[in-house]
């Protein structure tokens, strides 16, 4: 393992170097290179097909990369001796489609992990899990099965389950893509407030008014490659790259 | 398949195989019950211009204890069948789609063989290849002739279970695995705790079917002589010697068939139809 002792919280948590994708012959990702310091929001916005969803899978070793390095906490992902587990245990990731399990109930989905994977009491469990749901809001709903939600309700247990393995930096991919309009607003509250308690997140989003709010630096990615970055106000205000202005002027 | 009509060039869905699985209707039924009273009805014609011969409906009465009998050894042969090709099936269905392609292989080697072997083939095979008897330290265990015949029903159904098995976790959507995955769970615990409790709803309804078509297999074992009901109802005919007893007694044993076999396949088109809504 590269050894993680090295690391410190001044260095960034996440620092992509170089980072190459390629499926078969199409190649996602061309060289991406970002840091991401601890208690940083990055929000990744372009268009789709961009490599953004990638970019994030391959953080948490879900998709293995080609070329580069991606290290979390001074741990080398590119390496075929990488600990997954140990590894997926810093990193809470939610997903578009929110993927609850939906034999479970929302107590059940959200204390799975920590007892089974983390092997912690079942009591300490439990009340944590409990003070999760309250968190995101959904106090009166620890009983109820996913199908009994609605979609901005399910994503917002998603949060709370991925918070419950209580990692250093969360990962969200295009996780209101997929809600009805009066529901996100929940769900985007919901991550606000986890940023303003000092989560590291790496934000995947099309909300740009979202993206203004929380970010302390957006990010721009198209065809694989980061065409710039920069924070908030100044990337919405003066993008510099005709790319990103033409992205901006289309949706905004 | 009409589904809405319209003028432009649409692609209607193309499904391999979407046919109707084998099920059991209330259909079956009407035809054997009016079939049986038919039958009956000549039976009792001929019957009576023989002199001094019992009619027939007595006649069925009379051995329908001794049916009942033989029936209940086809019972008690599809559950025990059932029950070794489930729990055989399941751990070969997760060997299907092991990431090991040693046992992957091995899997698909014995589902296929068993699989498209012909059900009467592997039962004289068990028949034959097993012995009578075999012995634990002293005791003699004897292995008659019902048991060894449901070994040899178990093998079609333990690689059909193995096949629902591998269906059913196929058909769970990748996102559950996604989603344990970045949970740190491990394989075999996004298996157990997450797609393997959603695929026993998923393989329920046919999995009872399975149990149904085994059901009526059962009679198979005749030809290999287990005294069952099948070989009972031959046995009552050759006793009784009599033509006209034939038909009426071969379609009262394929009522007990229809009146076992039927609940089960409405209790599994309900239970399709409730899962198929979510």
């Known amino acids: 393992m590269a050894a993680p002792a090295t690391w410190t919280p001044d260095q960034p948590l996440v620092r992509l170097a170089d980072v190459h994708k390629r499926f078969h012959e199409f190649e996602v990702l061309k060289g991406v290179s970002m840091d991401v310091l601890k208690g940083e929001v990055v929000c990744i916005i372009g268009p789709s097909g961009s490599g953004k969803s990638t970019l994030l899978r391959c953080i948490n070793a879900l998709v293995p990369i080609e070329k580069g390095s991606i290290l979390v906490e001074g741990q080398e992902v590119n390496d075929p001796k990488l600990d997954k587990l140990a590894l997926r245990r810093k990193v809470g990731m939610v997903f578009q489609q929110y993927n609850l399990f939906p034999h479970k109930t929302a107590l059940e989905n959200v204390m799975m992990a920590p007892v089974h994977v983390l092997k912690r009491d079942r009591k300490d469990v439990e009340a944590q899990a409990r003070a999760l749901i309250k968190k995101v809001r959904l106090e009166g709903k620890e009983a109820s099965y996913p199908g009994e939600l609605s979609g901005g309700q399910q994503q917002r247990i998603a949060i709370a389950r991925s918070l419950a393995m209580n990692p250093d930096v969360m990962l969200f991919d295009e996780v209101t893509a997929a809600l009805d309009p009066e529901t996100v607003k929940g769900v985007l509250v919901t991550i606000r407030e986890l940023a303003e308690d000092g989560m590291t997140c790496m934000i995947v989003t099309h909300e740009m008014g979202f993206a203004r709010e929380v970010a302390n630096r957006v990010y721009f990615t198209d065809g694989g490659v980061l065409v710039e970055s920069g924070p908030p106000r100044e990337f919405f205000a003066n993008p510099r790259d005709p790319r990103t202005r033409q992205f901006l002027d289309q949706i905004l | ?278």
């Not at chain 2, 038919?38 to 069925?60: D, F, L, N």
């Not at chain 2, 498209?116 to 330290?137: D, H, K, R, T």
């Open chain 2, 1 to 278: 398949m009409i589904s809405g009509r319209t003028d432009l060039p649409v692609l209607k869905p193309f499904r391999i195989g979407a046919t109707e699985p084998w099920r059991i209707t209330l259909w079956h039924g009407v035809a054997l019950v009016i079939a049986l009273i038919v039958a009956i009805g000549i039976g009792e014609a001929q019957a009576q211009a023989v002199a001094g011969k019992p009619g027939i409906i007595v006649t069925m009465l009379k051995w329908t204890p001794l049916l009942l009998q033989g029936f209940a050894l086809n019972i008690a042969m599809s559950f025990l069948a059932m029950a070794i090709g489930t729990v055989l099936g399941v751990p070969l269905g997760l060997g299907l789609i092991s990431l090991l392609p040693p046992a992957r292989a091995g899997s698909w080697l014995i589902t296929q063989f068993f699989r498209n072997a012909p059900w009467l083939v592997l039962l004289f095979y068990c028949m034959l290849l097993l012995p009578f008897e075999f012995s634990i330290g002293h005791t003699v265990v004897p292995l008659p002739g019902w048991l060894k015949s449901t070994f040899g029903l178990a093998l079609p159904v333990l690689a059909n279970v193995a096949e629902l098995v591998r269906g059913a976790v196929r058909s769970i959507p990748f996102g559950q695995w996604e989603a344990a995955e970045s949970l740190a769970m491990t394989r075999r615990q996004t298996m157990w705790m997450v797609i393997l409790p959603q695929c026993v709803k998923r393989m329920t309804p046919p999995w009872m079917n399975l149990y149904a078509i085994l059901t009526v297999a059962t009679p198979l074992t005749s030809v290999v002589g287990v005294s069952e009901a099948m070989t009972l109802t031959g046995d009552i005919l050759s006793s009784e010697s009599r033509t006209e007893l034939l038909v009426p007694m071969y379609l009262y044993l394929l009522l007990f068939f229809f009146i076992y076999c039927y609940p089960i396949a409405r209790a599994t088109l309900a239970l399709e139809k409730r899962f198929a809504v979510k």
